[in-house]
């Protein structure tokens, strides 16, 4: 066989190759945009996927949630008055002094919600609690203790459970300095609570 003659016979195979290969790369990028595209990632650039639903079968599972306008207090109610925010400087006295301990509460009604940062100069010993106050008709306090630890910060929201004063006792929890120093409390506040009774030493409102 001559030269000339093989070349006449890989000529046309050479030309179904360059066919195929083209064909397959049209077939594949019409795939990807048409199918690929809309089912698999959401992308839907010719609108072949909305028009034949493809594009559903990316899209999440909808659940519906039924909505209800009298959800209980504890989850969402309405105010009369807008919150307020305070931010109270508090300082810890040496344990020379009412036992280095200190106390302060504010005044909260069942339902409440008071939101706090509270950040010290030296580690101290903290309790996050709350109680009633006890009257005639109930003479007995309920207590509820909410957290404790040791640090120099604390952040947190607290949704009250009962009527009455809610906050914390800090005390010094370092005995070995000397002389003994002070500590100094920056407590930030924001919610519905009234200021009252304030700060405590040993149980007792300040002068």
Known sequence: MT?????????????????????????????TFLIVLPAEYGV??????????????RAPTEVVVPTEFTAPPEIAKAEDTPFRTDTIT???????????????????????????????????????????????????????NYIKGKATSGNGTLNVAIDGIHGWYWSQADFSEYPPKPTTVE???????????????MGRPTE
């Not at 030296?122 to 009257?135: I, K, Q, R």
């Open 3 to 31: 030269t000339d003659a093989m070349s006449a016979t890989t000529s046309p195979s050479r030309s179904r190759l360059v066919m195929q290969v083209s064909g397959a790369l049209v077939a594949g990028t019409a795939l």
């Open 44 to 57: 839907d650039p010719t609108g072949f996927g909305a028009l034949t639903g493809l594009n559903r079968l």
């Open 187 to 201: 407590l930030k506040l924001a919610g519905y609570y009234k200021l009252e009774p304030g700060v405590l030493t």
């Open 90 to 144: 508090i300082t810890v006295p040496p344990f020379t002094q009412d036992f280095g301990a200190i106390e302060y509460k504010v005044t909260m009604k069942e339902g409440d919600t008071v939101v706090y940062s509270w950040k010290a100069d030296n580690d101290l010993l903290y309790e996050f609690h709350g109680h009633s106050l006890a009257t005639a008709e109930q003479p007995e306090m309920q207590v509820m």
